[in-house]
């Protein structure tokens, strides 16, 4: 069974894992305050130029947005994102948990627009009875978005705009930065999302490391006492140096964008393959997810071999199924998916 | 530098990077649900006896003690604890981040005694305004305590008495369990405890895993969608069979029991050389932590070549410090130490 | 100038007032443990005809829900609420702030509909990776709603059933239900609504009391240790027994059915005689609120002598206004504001 | 039956029940946006001497501590009390349900000593891991004390200095202010007590208001968004004008420290009374509550008519019992207890 149900159901890179065993007998400080993490921070920061940025390494997403917005935010503010967003749908209210409201905007493919979060912002700043309501205080963006796509240097920035304008902190959730980055249409580099956003992550799950998020404050000062909000959420790493080994690992000669690279070049081949055999494409996604519209009966075809995911119904007896590609996977493999499609589709239009 | 700071400054047992390496490039399905967990599941049930426990993995130790607290409490109760436990003193405030207050109680050598919690019990029981208190309703303890000490059969089923006369859950944080159990004068089994106590951990992190807790809730049904929370708080790993694989290792024949007994074994080697040496133990501590007295002069020799911790000042000049022994450390770095120690007293002794 | 702007502008109705004076210096037990909060509560359960149920009494709205929500819920639960309800929109993400999320519907004309409803407790339910999602755990409605609008027997019946398939709470915010009971086109009794939900409130801030809102629990037993989480959470009145003071003056003999037949009636006035001069109503309110379409021109000429509210843009150069009667409103009032109205048509017309 | 029972056990005085029926029909805004409480506002800044003092009326006194402190500190950030404070053990664990720690000190007859804080605020900043423990974010003190004792100028002004040099603010709740202005042995006029903090409160429950406190920021913009918060709590009174209608009957001619005033010398003649009839106190209380001890058969005898409070067991068959007094007394109730206190002593000497 080969396996697109998504981008960390395998371990680590090799290279991971040798410096994990590599590292292992040696005594190291706890708690992310050791060498080894020290320079991964350097790494990153110069990955991204900014030679001055606050980074912390936690171990998962969610775990890592809810105490990044809970550090920002004041108890009667919320934090602003797309509908889809993955704190609004798929973190179990983590940040109604931290006591903040996520307010929600309708997002076409899955990105916030800028003139939507002024719209809101500026119709808070008029209302008269303001204090009824939620106060916005933070913009939540994640890039690549839940369907896959990217943002653009010119819609981050007008974001960004709007952010500096009513004085409250962008946030980019980075969990798949890598494919964004990677990815056709993409038009910006590490530093220039770094510079359009005040805070971001840099996401290791999903692209060669165990587990791993970079928490990244652009500015120095931006946030305070953000270890003793770790350590209280359970979210500081007893043996932190595991985050930093593997940071660094990736960092050091920019393992990280060619993992990401290959998850996206794959990704590209399966969906150019899916649309060579007639399959229709649910999102323009150029990232490393593939959203395909296929018949009951193809799924079930491909269900023996591979596995991948139900996103949601279609109409016409179709439904839409997500595959995702990661260093893991490989061109045989996509190969061999699509031979399969190609069938499933050849029977399917028999029938 | 040898390292006495604290057992987990080092990555794990190499069995455990070999069975990472060997799974490392299976998919596996995420979030705790794949055959591996539950193979580590099934092996922790029969270690404890309990065959139908409800098991849970998570990455550490703060986060397991504040979820399970969360998952039990109400908000209006609180959670009975030593003054000197580690949820009262050493998580930032977790339990009260989730809105409920630590009850603590005195508690010689690190115990909290059944008769004092039951006092507690009975008093707010009695109370006409108990609605203007918090109501307790959960007991905490740890085994070891943070003083290293342990608690007997008979202390341990006194509270599990107290708790059950006054319908609460008794909770027993074991990350440092395999000490308790290899430590002289502890008079329980694993199964023993498994059964005086309502929800308990095993601790990964301090005894050969890179990290990881299990908790374990003996009676199925005790808790209800443990895994929503456990979502919420950000402490469900991805790749949780990452866990999974770990607590399979050390509990497949018994490595985590042999594990804990080297390290215990250590500690008596350690404490005896030091009182060979004249020196003064602070606390009685059968696992693997040593309290010693050392003069200012005898910690600054000691320091050069070894790393261990400052606890706390202790009159006529003197200090308490602790060292800790592991899985990692070996009979050379002990005898070492005592030599040094030993040289140490003697030029002391000179001045 | 008089005022329209909402239920809440004046004090109490006069009976209130004297009760007060008259109990002022009788010493009496603080908390709501008085025998004038008892007979209070005796009145309130023959009214609704629930012989067992446990009443609570609040001093205000947003108090008084998101405690009941509270006491209700787990924290990773969510209530279901139309996307206008009070809680969604005017409550300062209070429920939020207690770690829940509102899990809101698209709800026309304010109500929530019981297939809406279930759909989302159905899909829920066969979601996979559900504890990824907010577990719905309550179903908040108010009557009559935010729009003025009114469930019938039939619509509260069909919420009941869903929430008992699923089997979690129906709680019925009655901020106003004094006007819902009085309404045109309600079907229900005050037993039949107590009976058609599991928790509900009587609210008597908006009908006759300086403040002052019961929370009653339909079934003894359903919620436990509600006193502890009202002192909790600020909303345990020292002098208690100045709620039920209040409740029992209005239960005693009807006054506060009185009241809020008064108030609705007024209103339907209100609405006719804006009809009959030309003007268009926003929504069919059955109760004491009125949303009316005006033009900025005449919306000027009346703000002179009259206090209204802006409710919300409506194209074509008008905007919809509310306009709120009370018991404190007098038919004299209506009329001249009805005659100032028709002169603002006619010289709206003019021009 | 005359009550000892507590300050709040009767309604408001009589003018504050005439100034409410004076207003009652007049429209007013809601929320505390009104021109009545505006002028409470204005007459407190000039009784306090801080002209540019922000001033928030609520309910009540927990909510009042819980908003307060939840406005000020982080997450991550606690409360020093003293352990014997309010919010240490009366309000059901308000501050912990807020995600904050209280942290305790040991109080000698109830009052926090600044060299104990300091000592507090310095170990943690010299503590090398202080983010695996709570931040002490803000100090809370109450005057007069839980004990009724009343801090000195000195003792207060060192507090201040302690919250000054480590840039926290210092708190204090005034719940029975009144009565601490009022004490034989205070040194300090309201203007100074505001000065020696950075925010307090000015309770009106205990003191002839119907309910009402007073929280005063003396700095301008030392609190943000302090409205929202409000709301969000359920703490903003809809009909808000009633507190500040209260507020400024009390403080538009100094009714308020004349009724604590009488409060106080009430309590005088009761204590030397007490005294005089050979009973012992157990402690110097110098405000409006007297706690005295009896013997059982003491107790017994005065139950009769008289409501007071068991305060602790004392030894030797005697306990402590609370007797507070109030604007409601009178030197005749007074003297009657007094009466009866010395036939239960002569009683009581003859058996």
């Given at each position: 069974?080969?396996?697109?149900?998504?981008?960390?159901?395998?371990?680590?890179?090799?290279?991971?894992?040798?410096?994990?065993?590599e590292h292992?007998?040696?005594s190291?400080p706890g708690?992310?305050?050791?060498?080894?993490?020290?320079?991964?921070?350097?790494?990153?920061?110069?990955?991204?130029?900014l030679?001055d940025?606050?980074?912390?390494?936690?171990?998962?997403?969610?775990?890592?947005?809810?105490?990044?917005?809970?550090?920002?935010?004041?108890?009667w503010?919320?934090?602003?994102?797309?509908?889809?967003?993955?704190i609004?749908q798929?973190?179990t209210?983590?940040?109604?948990?931290s006591?903040?409201?996520?307010?929600?905007?309708?997002?076409?493919?899955?990105?916030?627009?800028?003139?939507?979060?002024?719209?809101?912002?500026?119709a808070?700043?008029?209302?008269?009875i303001?204090?009824?309501?939620?106060?916005?205080?933070?913009?939540y963006?994640?890039?690549?978005?839940?369907?896959?796509?990217?943002?653009t240097?010119?819609e981050?920035?007008?974001?960004?705009?709007?952010?500096r304008e009513?004085?409250?902190?962008?946030?980019?959730?980075?969990?798949?930065l890598?494919?964004?980055?990677?990815a056709?249409?993409?038009d910006?580099?590490?530093?220039?999302?770094a510079?359009?956003?005040?805070?971001?992550?840099?996401?290791?799950?999903?692209?060669?490391?165990?587990?791993g998020?970079?928490?990244?404050?652009?500015?120095?000062?931006?946030?305070?006492?953000?270890?003793?909000?770790?350590?209280?959420?359970?979210?500081m790493?007893?043996?932190?140096?595991?985050?930093?080994?593997?940071?660094?690992?990736?960092?050091?000669?920019?393992l990280y964008f060619?993992?990401?690279?290959?998850?996206v070049?794959?990704a590209?081949?399966l969906?150019?393959?899916?649309?060579e055999?007639?399959?229709?494409?649910?999102?323009?996604?150029?990232?490393?997810?593939?959203f395909?519209?296929l018949?009951?009966?193809?799924?079930r075809?491909l269900?023996?071999?591979?596995a991948?995911?139900?996103?949601?119904k279609?109409?016409e007896?179709?439904?839409v199924y997500?595959?995702?590609?990661?260093?893991?996977?490989?061109?045989?493999?996509i190969?061999?998916?699509?031979?399969?499609?190609?069938d499933a589709?050849?029977?399917?239009?028999?029938?």
């Amino acid at each position: 069974m080969i396996s697109f149900l998504n981008d960390y159901s395998e371990g680590a890179h090799p290279e991971v894992l040798r410096a994990l065993s590599e590292h292992n007998f040696i005594s190291t400080p706890g708690y992310g305050e050791d060498p080894v993490t020290e320079e991964a921070r350097s790494l990153l920061r110069k990955a991204a130029d900014l030679p001055d940025a606050e980074i912390h390494f936690l171990v998962g997403g969610t775990q890592t947005n809810s105490a990044c917005i809970a550090s920002l935010l004041r108890p009667w503010e919320g934090v602003i994102s797309a509908e889809t967003g993955h704190i609004a749908q798929h973190e179990t209210g983590a940040v109604e948990a931290s006591g903040h409201k996520v307010l929600t905007l309708p997002a076409p493919e899955g990105k916030l627009r800028a003139e939507d979060v002024r719209e809101v912002l500026a119709a808070h700043r008029a209302n008269e009875i303001r204090e009824h309501t939620v106060k916005p205080g933070m913009i939540y963006v994640s890039d690549p978005t839940e369907l896959g796509t990217v943002y653009t240097g010119a819609e981050l920035s007008a974001l960004h705009g709007t952010a500096r304008e009513f004085g409250i902190p962008l946030y980019l959730d980075g969990a798949r930065l890598g494919a964004a980055l990677a990815a056709k249409g993409n038009d910006m580099t590490l530093p220039e999302i770094a510079r359009n956003v005040d805070v971001f992550t840099v996401g290791g799950t999903k692209n060669g490391m165990l587990f791993g998020e970079a928490l990244v404050f652009s500015t120095p000062g931006f946030v305070r006492d953000f270890r003793y909000l770790e350590k209280q959420r359970g979210a500081m790493l007893a043996k932190g140096w595991l985050l930093g080994l593997q940071f660094r690992t990736l960092f050091a000669d920019g393992l990280y964008f060619r993992l990401a690279e290959k998850a996206v070049r794959l990704a590209e081949r399966l969906s150019a393959g899916f649309r060579e055999s007639g399959y229709e494409l649910f999102v323009e996604s150029p990232t490393n997810q593939v959203f395909v519209l296929l018949s009951d009966g193809e799924a079930r075809y491909l269900r023996g071999k591979y596995a991948f995911e139900f996103w949601e119904k279609a109409g016409e007896g179709k439904s839409v199924y997500r595959f995702v590609t990661s260093f893991a996977r490989t061109e045989e493999e996509i190969d061999a998916l699509l031979g399969d499609a190609a069938d499933a589709k050849t029977r399917s239009d028999a029938q």
